[in-house]
């Protein structure tokens, strides 16, 4: 099993920063992708804000490029999200998924438990 636990959410005013952190413990090697998804409310269907795989493979959704920033340590089993120029909008409970390889035909998809982050003044 893979565990993943998120931190560095909060408060932040509009235009301000913040950086998540997401680290995997457990059974890791498998791991091929992380990323992050984003729940802006109960009504709404979570959404992809960056993945990153382990060749280095980024991707980003149109509303935070060029804004939010995905890196991985993987020495630590650990990845990151830097979110600058924060809007209201991206208020959010911020997940973070990853992508582990079981067998040739198998492979499992893992989540944390989420960390909120809201933009206001």
């Known amino acids: 099993q893979v565990r993943l636990v998120e931190s560095g959410g909060g408060l932040v005013q509009p235009g301000g920063s913040l950086r998540l952190s997401c680290s995997a413990s457990?059974?890791?090697?498998?791991?091929?992708?992380m990323d992050w998804y984003r729940r802006q409310s109960p009504d709404k269907a979570r959404e992809m804000v960056a993945s990153i795989s382990t060749d280095g493979i980024i991707n980003y959704a149109d509303a935070v490029r060029g804004r939010f920033t995905i890196s991985q340590d993987s020495a630590k089993n650990t990845v990151y999200l830097q979110m600058d120029a924060l809007k209201p909008e991206d208020t959010a409970i911020y997940y973070c998924g990853a992508d582990a390889r079981v067998s040739d035909l198998r492979i499992d998809r893992h989540w944390g438990q989420g960390t909120q982050v809201t933009v206001s003044s």
């Open positions: 457990g059974n890791t090697d498998g791991i091929y992708a």
